[in-house]
Nanobody
């Protein structure tokens, strides 16, 4: 069974930093990219960043580029989202996501989400 478990969220002051791990299990970690998404209160879920576990290729949404860094530890089957220079508008529930191909059937899997609050 594919599982994604986020951790590391919480309350941080503007300008502060947090690192969110996403621990993956139940599939071949190296074969798939993992994405980070977030959903702020009253807003739609949006993509934040992604990383290919095989090539380490990354991508970022414009508002987080140069502040957030996504990385992968393949030995631990874990992807990290390092968030620096946090702003109140980064307040949201953060989710990791993976699409896995199992015998030709592609399914998407979400973590349970972890809240991040940026406030003084």
């Amino acid at each position: 069974e594919v599982q994604l478990v986020e951790s590391g969220g919480g309350l941080v002051q503007p300008g502060g930093s947090l690192r969110l791990p996403c621990a993956a299990s139940g599939y071949t970690f190296d074969d798939y990219a993992i994405g980070w998404f977030r959903q702020a209160p009253g807003k739609e879920r949006e993509g934040v960043a992604y990383i290919s576990s095989s090539t380490s290729r990354t991508g970022y949404e414009d508002s987080v580029r140069r502040r957030f860094t996504v990385s992968s530890d393949n030995a631990k089957n874990t992807v990290y989202l390092q968030m620096n220079s946090l702003k109140p508008e980064d307040t949201a529930v953060y989710y990791c996501y993976v699409k896995v191909d199992t015998w030709g059937v592609i399914d998407g899997y979400w973590g349970q989400g972890i809240p991040v609050t940026v406030s003084s």
